[in-house]
């Protein structure tokens, strides 16, 4: 079946920066969009950015100008460059891909990795 597996959390102090990856497995044939969403503790998880299998991507504006997402289409691969973090970056970070077609021509759909922690210290 097809699976995500994020990695690359950890413990950083403010101003620092991290780079995460997921990395998506399985018969897949083309993943149209990927997403990055985090929880901080507390609160409901928030969609951080996207992008599309052309290169357009998104973000969220607390974030805009700090993360830059990419992906490696031949690898299956998204990842979240993460520069001058601040303490409310702190948060599990999940990664997303809402709709995947696989080299059978199925469908699955919404699919998510079982998240990595990001540490802000101040």
């Known amino acids: 079946q097809v699976q995500l597996v994020e990695s690359g959390g950890g413990s950083v102090q403010a101003g620092g920066s991290l780079r995460l990856s997921c990395a998506a497995s399985?018969?897949?044939?083309?993943?149209?969009?990927m997403r990055w969403f985090r929880q901080a503790p507390g609160k409901q998880r928030e969609w951080v950015a996207d992008i599309f299998n052309d290169g357009s991507a998104n973000y969220v504006d607390s974030v805009k100008g700090r993360f830059t997402i990419a992906r490696d289409n031949a690898k299956n691969t998204m990842y979240l460059q993460m520069s001058s973090l601040k303490p409310e970056d702190t948060a599990v970070y999940y990664c997303n891909a809402p709709y995947i077609t696989t080299m059978g021509g199925g469908v699955v759909l919404d699919t998510w990795g079982q998240g990595t922690l990001v540490t802000v210290s101040s």
């Open positions: 399985g018969r897949i044939f083309s993943i149209n969009v």
